[in-house]
């Protein structure tokens, strides 16, 4: 082979190598962007999934402290029921005593 052979095949292989090197950065560069995509991806999936649960879990507590709210409002109604219950009871009570009592004084007087 002839010098001159010899520095053809050398720049051949170089020219090879370098679309080979071309060929492998674009290759590089495209997983590189497919990886960012996914990682995207997955990132915005959890966060949506993250979020759809935080949602869940909240309205759940809402819907017990509503259900407790209701609760504590219902036993608010009947003490105050049992209280206004009470009170008629007494007031009664006590109308009934002073009416006696007037009469037991009405009927001392002219008795």
Do not use: C, P
């Amino acid at each position: 082979m002839q010098e001159q052979d010899v520095i053809k095949k050398f720049i051949e292989l170089d020219d090879k190598i370098q679309e080979i090197s071309a060929a492998r950065e674009k290759q590089l560069a495209e997983l590189e962007q497919r990886y960012k995509a996914e990682e995207q991806k997955i990132v915005e999936d959890l966060s949506k999934r993250l979020e759809e649960e935080t949602n869940a879990v909240v309205k759940k507590i809402m819907q017990e402290a509503q259900e407790e709210v209701d609760n504590l409002n219902k036993k608010s109604k009947e003490v105050v029921s049992y209280m206004e219950q009470e009170f008629q009871n007494i007031h009664e009570e006590l109308v009934a005593e002073i009416l006696k009592r007037i009469f037991d004084i009405e009927s001392e007087r002219y008795g």
